[in-house]
């Protein structure tokens, strides 16, 4: 396992951006359209002199920012400040299940805000500055903010979506039901930075939900303590006696865990794989088996805080005389380190190596979103085994937006 930088990350190939913009607020986070893979979203966190003095109220600012990429430049369409512009927005992720969808033109897109609530929009595609807010869901006290949130990954459970909180707990709200069922327990000492469901389901056909703090924890809520969500329309964690998250491992990492990201590999049918980032500059990758039992695979030092981890694609290739390979491209936004384009090998059981292959480094500040689309923007790829990907990455402080292109 690397402790630090090795040579051959010394070399690896530095890709500069084909568009940048400076943006007029601060982007906090970002994702582009699986519908619409030429639209990208950006989401705002304004950080004023107002905001640093009052330490003791809520006075954060943002919005959410559509862009449309025509290959060469990126053309804003529509700016949803006006409807929340008095809090500032921490996470966003477009729905994956078409069935809640009212029409095969749109999509759902989710936002987690910093006054402790979490907003639901329609958008289309054909028609973005006709944004509707569907829900305005308030989880929690408006002092809390909302750091992160995850669809379930189920299509029976399109309206269920899970959140992490500052002050250290986790919420699963469905907005399905009327009134809203909302579930809240403790799962961290300090802010809960991250949250994510399992790729495995039990026999039952139900998700793990994980979860990473500031305290350096990394958190597991068990299927069997998911369904006590769902029995009363308002739970809280003093009201209900729900177990707090038991099985939490603080020793895995070096600093607060703020990225988790999920992997499927037809080499580990039993154990959940599991490529975490955090502050301390590494990505992992962990095993965890039906008792609980974690155990580092590899890892990797990348230089910056690992804010956040997206996969761009898989691949998957099988070999009568070296076995199986699974192949994962991901990227990480490494903070004050710029945007990281990793390749994660599986080659057998509990046998993972982890690689950088490409750096983007032009952002002068905080890299918290990156995310790639599957825009052609090259027409002519020069290898015929290699697909030309598009992606974005934000800088938060310079308010900066760039686009470059990797082959993949």
């Keep these: 396992m690397a402790s630090s930088l090795d040579d051959s990350d010394n070399k690896t190939a530095q890709i500069r951006s084909i568009y940048s913009t400076v943006l007029e607020a601060q982007p906090s986070c970002l994702e582009w359209s699986k519908e619409w893979p030429d639209i990208c979203v950006v989401g705002t966190y304004d950080l004023t002199e107002s905001a640093e003095q009052q330490r003791g109220s809520q006075s954060r600012r943002g919005g959410i920012m559509t862009f449309r990429w025509n290959g060469k430049s990126l ?31 749109a999509e759902i897109l989710a936002v987690a805000r910093s006054t402790g609530g979490v907003d639901v929009y329609h958008m289309n595609g054909d028609n973005l500055i006709d944004m509707k807010r569907l829900e305005k869901i308030q989880v929690c006290n408006p002092s809390i903010l909302v750091l992160s949130l995850a669809w379930h990954p189920s299509p029976q459970k399109p309206t269920v979506l899970a959140l992490s909180l500052s002050d250290g707990k986790v919420s699963l709200i469905d907005y399905g039901k009327k009134p809203c069922v909302i579930h809240t327990l403790q799962a961290h000492p300090l802010e809960a930075w991250t949250i994510s469901w399992s790729c495995k389901t039990d026999a039952l056909g139900r998700h793990n939900l994980y979860s990473g703090g500031d305290d350096s924890g990394l958190g597991v809520l068990s299927a069997d303590q998911l369904d006590l969500g769902y029995s009363t329309d308002m739970v809280d964690d003093q009201a209900s006696g729900f177990q707090v998250i038991t099985r939490l491992n603080t020793k895995l990492h070096g600093a607060g865990v703020t990225a988790i990201l999920p992997l499927v590999s037809q080499n580990d049918p039993i154990q959940e794989i599991l490529l975490t980032g955090s502050y301390d500059e590494y990505v992992r990758v962990l095993a965890i088996n039906m008792q609980g039992v974690w155990k580092v695979l590899a890892e990797k030092r990348l230089g910056g805080g690992v804010w956040r981890l997206k996969v761009i694609s898989k ?94």
């Design 75 to 105: 053309c804003e369409q529509t700016t949803q400040r006006a409807v929340s512009s008095s809090s500032a927005v921490l996470d966003l992720h477009f729905s994956p299940h078409r069935q809640q969808r009212s029409d095969s033109a």
């Design 315 to 408: 691949s998957h290739v099988a070999s009568h005389e070296s076995g199986s390979k699974t192949s994962y491209y991901v990227l990480a936004s490494c903070m004050h380190a710029g945007t990281r384009v990793l390749e994660i090998c599986s080659h057998a059981m509990d046998s993972w190596t982890i690689k950088i292959i490409s750096a983007f480094e032009e952002h002068e500040s905080m890299n918290y979103g990156s995310d790639s689309s599957d825009y052609g923007l090259l027409k002519n790829s020069p290898k015929r085994n290699q697909v030309p990907v598009v992606v974005a990455s934000t800088s938060f402080y310079d308010r900066k937006l760039c686009i470059w292109s990797i082959l993949i």
